[in-house]
């Protein structure tokens, strides 16, 4: 079974793979997306160290002068998907991409490819991306946190990477849609609508889109004026532990002003992440920078601490708890969200269903507490979703039931580097 599944995750990346960058599947998303192409990366990077570098590379070749590496890369317009590039606007003189960014993933990626691959090459590639690396995180440190709480926040539910959220409605609903215009979606063509977004969604999304276009997506702008910024537990935690990533690499290479200015961050983060702490759920939540609202509900993302490398005990022992309570309730860990809440879908998207690469991320960093039973249950749930379902987009987590698109590739990835 193993080695099966093993021929064909790699079978999907090659099939994916359209030089040199790898598109997250065919149909629904026709172009590189940001923090899809880092798993992919760690997918290449167990048959082939060159093209997971390749895949990197071609990611940072978007990057925008000022630091920020978009969530998509529209190398070819590609009518199958919208809102393709003439919707975003953005004016980057290298290659058109959307106009705001996805979780950073990337450095810690780097910083695996890097102790994996000790070559002389390995090493020059390093260097090449330390820097780009470094200006992506001071971008979101400066812009996604200007009040410097040491907390990241998202200017659209897609910076997230878990677009459907129920912790978005809210601060989503504040959203003027009137003036949106006419448009038609093509996600609704390639998969079932019942595991999608709904029109509501897409029409904030757009309305938040048509704002960035409309100030340039200039990041200051955004940072005091967009009608939807919601600190985001997902990429404070991937930050903090992509900056303590980079500290090592920063470590090994001596870039030691670099090293600096990430242990700066660092110890904001660490402070700074008691902002999304609900006391009475005893839990990590979004914290609504806009209106002022702490969030109450606990997601896959309430889960990232142990990842992002927190060790004290009153956030730690929550969280194993919330872990337990929901694992007892589901059949395959970690849905999305909370099975106990009423916004609870078991199939639509980001608000229940299990995602590979989430678990990957909770259990490296519960691997890493040394808490390998919960490790475990992450990594075996996952290897049955993929051997019931196949290399889905997303499970349900009370059946199994594979949902989205399919012969996926971040779903390949992780099971060639960590399920398998
Ligand atoms: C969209 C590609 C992307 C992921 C996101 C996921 C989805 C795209 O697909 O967004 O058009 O809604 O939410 O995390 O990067 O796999």
Same mark, same amino acid.
């Given at each position: 079974?193993?080695? #099966?599944? %093993?021929? #064909?995750?790699?079978? /999907?990346? +090659?099939?994916?793979?359209?030089?040199?960058?790898?598109?997250?599947?065919?149909?629904?998303?026709?172009? #590189?997306?940001?923090?899809?192409?880092?798993?992919?990366?760690?997918?290449?990077?167990?048959?082939?160290?060159?093209?997971?570098?390749?895949?990197?590379?071609?990611?940072?070749?978007?990057? *925008?002068?000022?630091?920020? $590496?978009?969530?998509?890369?529209?190398?070819?317009?590609?009518?199958?998907?919208?809102?393709?590039?003439?919707?975003?606007?953005?004016?980057?003189?290298?290659?058109?991409?959307?106009?705001?960014?996805?979780?950073?993933?990337?450095?810690?990626?780097?910083?695996?490819?890097?102790?994996?691959?000790?070559?002389?090459?390995?090493?020059?590639?390093? @260097?090449?991306?330390?820097?780009?690396?470094?200006?992506?995180?001071?971008?979101?440190?400066?812009? &996604?946190?200007?009040?410097?709480?040491?907390?990241?926040? /998202?200017?659209?539910?897609?910076?997230?990477?878990?677009?459907?959220?129920?912790?978005?409605?809210?601060?989503?609903?504040?959203? %003027?849609?009137?003036?949106?215009?006419?448009?038609?979606?093509?996600?609704?063509?390639?998969?079932?609508?019942?595991?999608?977004? +709904? @029109?509501?969604?897409?029409?904030?999304?757009?309305?938040?889109?048509?704002?960035?276009?409309?100030?340039?997506?200039?990041?200051?702008?955004?940072?005091? #004026?967009?009608?939807? !910024?919601?600190?985001?537990?997902?990429?404070?935690?991937?930050?903090?532990?992509?900056?303590? %990533?980079?500290?090592?690499?920063?470590?090994?290479?001596?870039?030691?002003?670099?090293?600096?200015?990430? +242990?700066?961050?660092?110890?904001?983060?660490?402070?700074?992440?008691?902002?999304?702490?609900?006391?009475?759920?005893?839990?990590?939540?979004?914290?609504?920078?806009?209106?002022?609202?702490?969030?109450?509900?606990?997601?896959?993302?309430?889960?990232? =601490?142990?990842? =992002?490398? /927190?060790?004290?005990?009153?956030?730690?022992?929550?969280?194993?708890?919330?872990?337990?309570?929901?694992?007892?309730?589901?059949?395959?860990?970690?849905?999305?969200?909370?099975?106990?809440?009423?916004? !609870?879908?078991?199939?639509?998207?980001?608000?229940?269903?299990? *995602?590979?690469?989430?678990?990957?991320?909770?259990?490296?960093? !519960?691997?890493?507490?040394?808490? =390998?039973?919960?490790?475990? &249950?992450?990594?075996?749930?996952? $290897?049955?979703?993929?051997?019931?379902?196949?290399?889905?987009?997303?499970?349900?987590?009370?059946?199994?039931?594979?949902?989205?698109?399919?012969? !996926?590739?971040?779903?390949? =990835?992780?099971?060639?580097?960590?399920?398998?």
């Amino acid at each position: 079974m193993s080695a #099966q599944l %093993d021929n #064909q995750a790699i079978s /999907i990346l +090659k099939e994916n793979d359209l030089g040199g960058y790898t598109i997250p599947t065919k149909g629904l998303y026709p172009y #590189q997306w940001n923090w899809d192409s880092a798993f992919v990366a760690l997918g290449f990077a167990t048959f082939n160290m060159d093209r997971a570098w390749e895949e990197i590379e071609l990611l940072f070749e978007g990057q *925008w002068d000022d630091g920020m $590496v978009p969530h998509i890369i529209f190398r070819k317009d590609d009518p199958s998907y919208f809102p393709g590039p003439s919707v975003w606007g953005t004016t980057n003189p290298k290659i058109p991409t959307s106009g705001h960014s996805q979780p950073p993933v990337a450095a810690t990626v780097v910083r695996r490819l890097f102790e994996q691959d000790t070559s002389a090459a390995g090493k020059e590639k390093i @260097k090449s991306l330390f820097p780009k690396l470094l200006a992506w995180h001071r971008w979101y440190h400066t812009y &996604r946190d200007p009040e410097g709480h040491g907390v990241i926040a /998202i200017m659209h539910p897609w910076e997230s990477g878990r677009d459907n959220l129920p912790d978005w409605d809210n601060a989503a609903s504040y959203v %003027d849609i009137s003036d949106i215009g006419e448009y038609t979606r093509k996600d609704t063509s390639h998969v079932n609508p019942e595991m999608r977004p +709904k @029109k509501i969604d897409y029409d904030r999304y757009l309305a938040i889109v048509k704002f960035g276009r409309d100030n340039n997506w200039d990041p200051k702008i955004v940072a005091e #004026q967009c009608p939807f !910024f919601v600190a985001d537990p997902g990429n404070t935690f991937i930050l903090l532990r992509a900056d303590r %990533d980079l500290l090592a690499m920063a470590e090994a290479l001596g870039e030691t002003e670099a090293a600096e200015e990430l +242990k700066g961050w660092i110890a904001l983060t660490e402070k700074g992440i008691a902002k999304l702490w609900n006391e009475e759920k005893q839990a990590f939540c979004t914290y609504d920078l806009r209106n002022d609202v702490l969030g109450t509900g606990i997601s896959s993302a309430s889960f990232l =601490a142990p990842y =992002a490398g /927190i060790r004290e005990e009153k956030y730690i022992n929550p969280t194993r708890e919330h872990f337990d309570r929901i694992a007892a309730k589901v059949n395959y860990t970690m849905p999305s969200y909370d099975p106990d809440h009423p916004l !609870f879908e078991s199939m639509r998207y980001w608000r229940g269903p299990v *995602w590979g690469i989430i678990n990957y991320l909770i259990a490296t960093g !519960f691997a890493e507490l040394g808490d =390998a039973a919960r490790a475990e &249950r992450l990594r075996t749930d996952t $290897v049955a979703l993929i051997e019931k379902s196949d290399f889905a987009e997303y499970f349900d987590p009370i059946t199994g039931e594979g949902a989205g698109g399919n012969s !996926f590739s971040w779903t390949s =990835a992780i099971w060639l580097t960590w399920a398998t």
